[in-house]
């Protein structure tokens, strides 16, 4: 920052008001001040500018097009069908570019100006929605498997996720005194006893996994519970620590790192750890150094029996020793499958997560006309997945026929025809409003299926799922360093290509080739192929392949722990 640290702006924010509400007031400019552009993260929004339009800007002498991305804050992604009427109605009164899902199961708004940002998030919060801690240095959006298999099950863990993203939440008034006009309550200032004056040191993620789908790449996050599953309910769960996607180009001090399972831990004492972990590495954590400020980077430097050890002393108890589970895939499953009590649900493909009336067809006022049919159904649900996909959940039989021919009539069945690469893959929010993209990744993302697609069939493997994720620079939001193939973004038109993923979330790839554009990664990727066409075994995807024919090294063990107890 340009004025003061983030480290300062955070102590002196006066828990997290800073001078958001004179920058909002401010009519001279779009933006607001360089401080409050850290505490306004804290309450779901950053500021951006259009970068398309920026050096045109510049050449006419104005300020860039700044405009703000709003995020929710939707533990695992359930939204009912009367929200999503209210969001959708959100998109298309005050954002661009209308609905999108992240992959922490999220809906982002995009191109909000300055003096629609209040009425913005009044509008979400008359959802029934917030924003609070969907972004900044604190415990963000928490991921929840999506997987509608096990109903019952989901329910389960939906409640204890749920009832920790409550818990975890920073101990403020700010946001409802900034953006819902409530009167701040004189007396004692508030106290955070799990976040402290300075909060985290770095952003911090949770997510929930059900074997044996791994959807929310528990081992990506900085602490993960896998659902260990005993006579049908949920028995408790093992815990993973220190995983995380970010990384700096260059810099052999940062990395992507995967979680390592240290135990396991009943349902009730989810809470207690998770406030250990979260407490120890705002103490533990790096404070001077911001881009080794991560979890990982904590647990690397100070080793994980110490780590865990603090964590164990701050919980008041020892963990389990951790119980065995296996994961078939972290991808989601497409169309309808039945669940419990007649309902059945229907997962549908959303390309980057991006719906908008457009050339791909009416996808949003799709889903809105679905949503009007579902809205009094009792307990209809849109479950956003860690994927980029739509869960149609919980339909009853009076209404699944004509929610087919509502999917099909807009456009939404596009899972129906894709190959199983262009269903899997997944790619950032990047250009043209992302401030840290180096280069195209949503945008790029359907060119590059196209070129892979084409490359696919020249090998007889058209059928045959590559598991692709894509993005705009090392940060890492689209998981990349989890994929089979994915393209890290160095330039404009230029990308690392990594190589040697795993279908399961539990392996990092290796970088193969720097800076290359398309051409480049087609003509790496050619030979690749047509070899694995010829000399791959039965049910071997592409990134076990490369690592059994030694096309890349052997990675790091999934966990430290892990191979004691996969089943």
């Known amino acids: 920052m340009t004025a003061h640290s983030v480290e300062d702006i955070k102590k002196n924010s006066r828990a997290l008001r800073g001078t958001l509400l004179d920058s909002l007031a401010d009519p001279i400019t779009g933006a607001i001040a360089d401080d409050d552009q850290t505490l306004i993260k804290y309450h779901g929004s950053y500021q951006q500018d259009d970068r398309d339009l920026r050096e045109e800007r510049r050449q006419q002498k104005l300020e860039p097009a700044y405009q703000f991305m709003i995020r929710t804050r939707t533990p695992g992604g359930v939204i009912t069908p009367s929200q999503w009427l209210k969001l959708d109605a959100i998109a298309s009164t005050y954002a661009e570019r209308g609905l999108r899902i992240t992959t922490r199961q999220a809906i982002q708004f995009h191109g909000i100006v300055k003096r629609e940002l209040k009425a913005t998030m009044q509008a979400i919060n008359a959802a029934l929605i917030d ?6 240095d604190v415990n963000r959006n928490v991921a929840i498997a999506a997987n509608p298999l096990q109903s019952d099950v989901h329910a389960g863990v939906y409640a204890t996720a749920a009832a920790l993203s409550e818990h975890l939440l ?14 701040r309550i004189a007396g004692t ?17 949770i997510g929930f996994a059900v074997p044996p789908t791994n959807d929310v790449d528990v081992f990506a996050q ?7 599953i005993e006579n049908g309910r949920v028995a408790g769960y093992n815990v993973t620590v220190g995983g995380g996607m970010g990384a700096t180009h260059g810099d052999a001090e940062t990395y992507p790192r995967l979680g390592d399972v240290i135990g396991f831990v009943e349902p009730q004492d989810v809470i207690a750890l998770a406030v250990a972990v979260v407490t120890t590495q705002r103490e533990w954590g790096n404070r001077a150094v911001r881009k080794r400020a991560r979890l990982k980077y904590t647990i690397d430097d100070r080793g994980l029996a110490a780590f865990v050890a ?27 499958v039945d669940g419990h009590r007649g309902r059945a649900h229907l997962t549908l493909r959303v390309l980057s997560g ?20 579902l809205q009094d159904v009792d307990g209809a649900q849109f479950r956003l997945t860690p994927n980029q996909n739509l869960v149609i959940a919980n339909v009853d039989a009076a209404h699944r026929e004509r929610v087919d021919a509502l999917v099909a009539a807009h456009g939404l069945d596009t899972h ?22 180096m280069a195209e990744a949503e945008r790029y993302l359907p060119s590059f299926l196209d070129a892979l697609d084409a490359l696919l069939d020249r090998h007889g493997l058209r059928d045959t799922p590559i598991h692709v994720r894509i993005s705009g620079c090392p940060n890492g939001c689209s998981r990349p360093y989890l994929a089979e193939v994915a393209l890290v973004g160095k330039a404009p038109g230029r990308y690392a290509l990594r190589l040697g993923g795993d279908h399961r979330g539990q392996r990092l790839n290796t970088t193969y080739r720097e800076n290359v554009d398309e051409a480049g990664i087609v003509e790496a990727l050619d030979p690749l192929l047509a070899r694995y066409a010829r000399e791959r075994l039965d049910d071997e995807r592409f ?24 089943a």
């Open 131 to 136: 924003t609070l801690a969907a972004c900044g």
């Open 170 to 183: 920073p101990n403020t008034r700010a946001y409802h005194e900034i953006w819902l006009d409530e009167e």
């Open 189 to 205: 200032p508030e106290q955070d006893p799990i976040y402290g004056e300075a909060y985290l040191p770095r952003k911090f993620k």
């Open 222 to 228: 900085d602490l993960g519970f896998i659902a260990i």
């Open 310 to 336: 603090e964590v164990e002393r701050r919980a008041g108890f020892e963990l389990d020793q951790a119980r065995p589970f296996h994961f078939d895939h972290n991808g989601d499953r497409f169309g309808w």
């Open 354 to 373: 991006r719906l908008l009336d457009g050339s791909h067809g009416p996808l949003q006022t799709g889903v809105r006309e679905i949503a009007k049919l």
């Open 416 to 437: 129906v025809h894709a190959t199983p690469s262009r269903r899997a893959a997944v790619a950032c929010v990047a250009l043209p409003t992302c401030g840290l993209a």
């Open 543 to 566: 990134g076990d392949f490369l690592v059994r024919a030694g096309v890349i090294g052997t990675p790091r063990p999934i966990a430290i722990a892990l191979q004691e107890v996969a």
